[in-house]
């Protein structure tokens, strides 16, 4: 054997692996996908974490990082029981728990009653144990036989490795000693439940000792109540109607794209609901979890387009912008799940006649200014995508796609917006904030503001976004 050569030496086995690695005796079926099924498990359990917490954080870079990575989860998590399926499985037993003591360790970290404790757990103890696990699979396998999963691996170890690097930065800028002191015997009792478990893989002799449950005694109930930092001074705060100002024609456009970027950074509060509705319906085919997911993420991603869009401009978007979360405020607290997506679905395909999405990117274009336009074009793209996971997950639920549509409008005006009730409690006052944003760009873009649209002063007590009047007013 030790004269084999490839053909002039080319790359053997497809340069998968060296030969005497395809000769290792590997993984046998039975062993690989029981631990793909425990990876899988973790990828849906991290998901599931990183989509509940995304409401209640107060932190806007973590919404957002929780939102990707929740995404990327659920992208892996699908992945995994594709290749679980090709395994001689059924039945795939995908829902089942692999390990009570895998199981408690992520009930504790969703449980996590702090920021700094949640970060710790996710970043310092979950994603590191699953990326070992992935590392030690690639390992261990026959790379040959199972080219299949170590393929999968690859590719999650790559995301993982930006979750971690994430993760990292996070907890260096969050946790002081003194937190990391008080929750170290917290953080050791996680390693002792992947201990017991026998690793994250279920690879390792699994040690005897009988774990008890700390964050996790009472179960983790969801948080609806959307909370902000802050730079959310004024979540309240109704002042200005961004539709109304985009549909007046005799409006300047370079004032338009303001609105724009105010509209995409007022869609942090999508992923806010969403988050709810996804984990408040349980027992949906998984599919349906990874398409939610990817649509909250995209919306999570055009808040971000806003926020780069201000920073661009020369707007300092927490002084002089104020992004309210009443609308999924409302929509959380009012109405149930089924409600929510209903309002969504209707919101959706609302955008998609000639003056929705269409018409802010032609806005965009004509005001000449790129990013804009490139933030619209691809804003446009993705609610093209969310308008089909609401007809394949939403509008199914229905006789025809008119009664979707009604119900939603329906569950939308249902809810109670509190314009004159927030001012009465001192809860905002809803200044007028955009003659100051306005002012701001023009002085940094060096023009001459538009003394119309300086003037503006329209604000959501009478006219809701898809410019029909407010019906219920409380
Ligand atoms: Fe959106
Ligand atoms: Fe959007
Ligand atoms: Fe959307």
Redesign the pocket.
């Given at each position: 054997m030790k004269n084999y050569r490839s053909y002039r030496d080319l790359p053997s086995l497809a340069g998968l692996c060296a030969l005497e690695e395809a000769m290792a005796p590997g993984l046998s079926v039975e062993k690989c996908v029981a631990r793909l099924k425990r990876y899988h498990y973790a990828f849906k359990r991290l998901h599931h974490i990183f989509n509940a917490r995304i409401t209640a954080e107060p932190i806007y870079e973590l919404k957002m990082g929780f939102s990707l990575h929740a995404h990327l989860c659920a992208e892996h998590a699908t992945a995994l029981r594709a290749r679980v399926g090709e395994m001689r499985e059924p039945p795939l037993g995908l829902e089942v728990v692999p390990d009570k003591n895998l199981e408690i360790f992520f009930d504790e970290i969703v449980a996590a009653p702090a920021t700094e404790t949640l970060i710790a757990g996710i970043y310092q103890k979950a994603v590191p144990a699953l990326k070992a696990a992935l590392e030690h699979h690639v390992a261990q396998t026959n790379r040959l036989t199972d080219a299949p999963s170590v393929r999968l691996c690859r590719f999650a170890l790559l995301e993982l490795e930006d979750m971690a690097a994430f993760g990292l930065k996070c907890a260096g800028s969050l946790i002081s000693a003194g937190q990391a002191e008080a929750m170290r015997p917290w953080l050791t009792l996680l390693d002792d439940c992947l201990s017991a478990a026998g690793g994250l893989d279920g690879s390792r002799e699994s040690g005897g000792k009988e774990i008890l449950r700390q964050f996790s005694k009472t179960p983790f109930q969801f948080v609806k109540t959307p909370r902000r930092d802050a730079r959310f001074p004024d979540p309240y705060n109704m002042g200005v109607n961004a539709e109304v100002f985009l549909y007046d024609e005799s409006m300047p456009a370079d004032a338009k794209v303001l609105m724009m970027f105010y509209k995409r950074l007022r869609e942090i509060d999508?992923p806010e609901m969403m988050a709810g509705i996804i984990a408040e319906t349980p027992g949906k085919p998984w599919n349906y979890y990874r398409d939610m997911t990817r649509?909250l993420w995209?919306?999570a991603r055009h808040a971000m387009m806003g926020e780069v869009g201000f920073a661009q401009a020369g707007v300092e978007w927490p002084k002089n912008v104020m992004i309210n979360f009443t609308w999924s405020l409302g929509l959380n607290t009012q109405l149930t799940p089924m409600e929510r997506h209903g309002v969504l679905y209707f919101i959706?395909q609302g955008l998609m006649p000639k003056n929705g999405k269409r018409h802010e990117w032609e806005v965009a274009r004509k005001s000449h200014h790129p990013l804009c336009a490139l933030f619209q074009d691809y804003d446009w793209a993705?609610?093209v995508l969310?308008a089909r996971i609401g007809r394949d997950w939403y509008l199914k639920e229905f006789k025809n796609a008119a009664e979707g549509v009604e119900y939603g409008d329906r569950c939308w005006s249902k809810v109670l917006v509190g314009w004159n009730q927030w001012r009465q409690e001192g809860l905002t006052g809803h200044r007028n904030w955009w003659p100051d944003c306005y002012r701001q760009a023009c002085q940094h873009w060096n023009v001459e503001a538009d003394p119309r649209a300086l003037a503006y002063d329209t604000t959501y007590e009478q006219v809701r976004a898809d410019l029909k009047a407010i019906s219920a007013s409380g």
């Open positions: 999508v649509q995209d919306e959706e993705d609610e969310h």
